[in-house]
């Protein structure tokens, strides 16, 4: 007579993170589709009942496994960031974490951009609190590089801001659909040059004298053309995934 698996029993809290440690690795290894609830309760060593007595689906399950996967980023940069100096090597900071933690779990970034992101209710219900913490943190080094001298006076920070994370989600998307290898630290590097080269404060305002209350035709062009080009290399890549 064959013997049933012994199950320990674990405190509430104990058990559901144990099933989104699970279901994290199963999203990761099989996706989405290919993962089933079966799967996770296995990698969890539990019956699979007891999945549902936490989480109402595998969809819900992988809602929770992305709030799970963005939230601890969001808060370690918010946290390591203030003890940088100068706007420009804090955004250096957050791009380059971004980079790095994004393309280190690739399978988990190819389930998320592939299953949620393209659902963009879904996607928002899921993070929309989390993108506000990241976006409100990004926005504000941008203003306190303006307000200390270190970017021009006329540089539009939501411009500023809105083309930074598109970048680095093209990347992303890039690296996880590609599974090729990328460079976190030089990629940030030439991002942040492409970006802030427009907008870093040199000769009359670096000196403080009086800037124009909107940014220059000039300068705001070149950060739309940046976004342009972002936007197109986005468009191909979609292509030919």
């Not at 049933?4 to 509430?12: E, F």
């Not at 809602?63 to 955004?91: C, H, M, S, W």
């Not at 219900?125 to 001298?149: E, F, H, M, P």
């Not at 599974?179 to 942040?192: E, S």
Request: zero cysteines.
């Amino acid at each position: 007579m064959a013997r049933k698996t012994a199950y320990q029993r674990k405190p509430h809290p104990e058990r559901a993170e144990d099933i989104l440690a699970a279901a994290r690795d199963v999203f990761a290894e099989k996706g989405y589709e290919g993962a089933s609830i079966t799967d996770i309760a296995q990698k969890a060593g539990i019956v699979e009942g007891t999945i549902y007595k936490h989480f109402k689906n595998k969809r819900d399950l992988l809602f929770q496994v992305t709030r799970n996967f963005y939230e601890p980023l969001i808060d370690k940069v918010g946290d390591e960031v203030r003890g940088i100096r100068g706007a420009r090597n804090q955004l250096r900071f957050l791009v380059w974490q971004q980079l790095r933690e994004l393309t280190k779990n690739t399978g988990l970034s190819r389930v998320v951009i592939r299953e949620i992101r393209p659902h963009e209710d879904e996607y928002q219900a899921t993070v929309v609190d989390l993108q506000r913490r990241y976006t409100a943190l990004i926005v504000d080094i941008i203003q306190s590089g303006k307000d200390n001298g270190e970017f021009r006076p006329d540089t539009p920070v939501k411009l500023v801001r809105d083309v930074l994370m598109g970048s680095v989600e093209h990347i992303v998307w890039r690296a996880v659909n590609s599974r090729r290898d990328i460079d976190p630290g030089a990629m940030a590097d030439d991002l942040l040059a492409l970006v802030l080269g427009g907008v870093a404060a040199t000769g009359d305002a670096a000196a403080g004298d009086a800037a124009p209350s909107a940014p220059s035709p000039d300068l705001a062009r070149r950060l739309e053309d940046a976004a342009t080009r972002i936007e197109k290399a986005a468009a191909k890549l979609t292509e030919e995934s």
